[in-house]
């Protein structure tokens, strides 16, 4: 008698599995055909909804790379001073304070002006050396000193092939517009570039690794800066 319940209950077992297993495949078999039935075209209304949020998107992230550029002049003149009267003094009285946003604010407001750059690379490198007591980031500080580097063998160095500018063109010069201009160390490395010391080359090597080249800014934006010099005039002419 058991054995019989046993074989019946076993059979209920495998009829009710089988059902379960009917109706999943059926129920899969109708998702499938749903998928493959077109939808039905949008109304003129659903249309412009759609365009509007495809266009949303599309700006949000237009904004979303904006804000992430560098913008690293707009981080240093934000703790500007009212004037650029005594910048140097002031600016040495802030790193001998080790107030080094406040230096490097005094400094930038006389950008592009070589004692300008000098004196912030110098305070660059003080920030950096405190940074490295305090175990803190060297990323920021010692990207701000090669992109200074950078910008000061552009605007002033003099090489036999390429004509220096003119205290005029330097004036006229709007540093702050083109700060998001773009620097490869990779391709311009750090040998040529007279900011740095040999103590700044080699922290950055040791950071960055080694570059495929060692070469003056204007070897490689000399066209750029021409550009750079023609939308500042025009600029000028213009206002």
């Not at 058991?2 to 009917?22: D, E, N, S």
């Not at 080094?100 to 490198?125: E, Y």
Request: hydrophobic share 45%; net charge neutral; glycine share 4%.
């Amino acid at each position: 008698m058991l054995i019989f319940l046993g074989v019946v209950a076993a059979a209920v077992l495998l009829i009710g599995l089988i059902a379960v297993l009917h109706r999943l495949q059926y129920q899969r078999k109708v998702e499938a055909v749903d998928r493959t039935i077109p939808l039905p075209p949008l109304d003129p209304q659903d249309k412009q909804r759609v365009l509007a949020i495809t266009a949303d998107v599309e700006l949000s992230h237009m904004e979303t790379a904006e804000d992430k550029r560098e913008r690293w002049l707009d981080r240093m003149l934000a703790a500007a001073p009212e004037t650029a009267k005594d910048w140097q003094a002031k600016a040495r009285q802030h790193a001998d304070d080790l107030d080094f946003t406040q230096a490097l604010a005094c400094c930038a407001v006389a950008f592009p002006q070589l004692g300008a750059l000098r004196q912030a690379a110098q305070i660059l490198r003080q920030q950096i050396r405190a940074a490295q007591r305090n175990g803190d980031a060297l990323d920021s500080p010692l990207a701000d000193l090669y992109r200074i580097a950078a910008w000061a063998d552009l605007l002033h160095s003099h090489l036999p092939a390429y004509r220096p500018l003119t205290s005029a063109q330097l004036k006229k010069f709007d540093m702050r517009a083109w700060q998001d201009f773009a620097f490869d160390y990779s391709t311009l490395g750090s040998n040529q570039l007279g900011l740095l010391t040999v103590a700044d080359r080699k922290l950055i090597s040791t950071r960055w690794g080694n570059p495929t080249q060692h070469v003056h800014t204007l070897e490689l934006h000399d066209m750029d800066l021409q550009s750079m010099l023609g939308m500042s005039s025009r600029s000028t002419g213009a206002s």
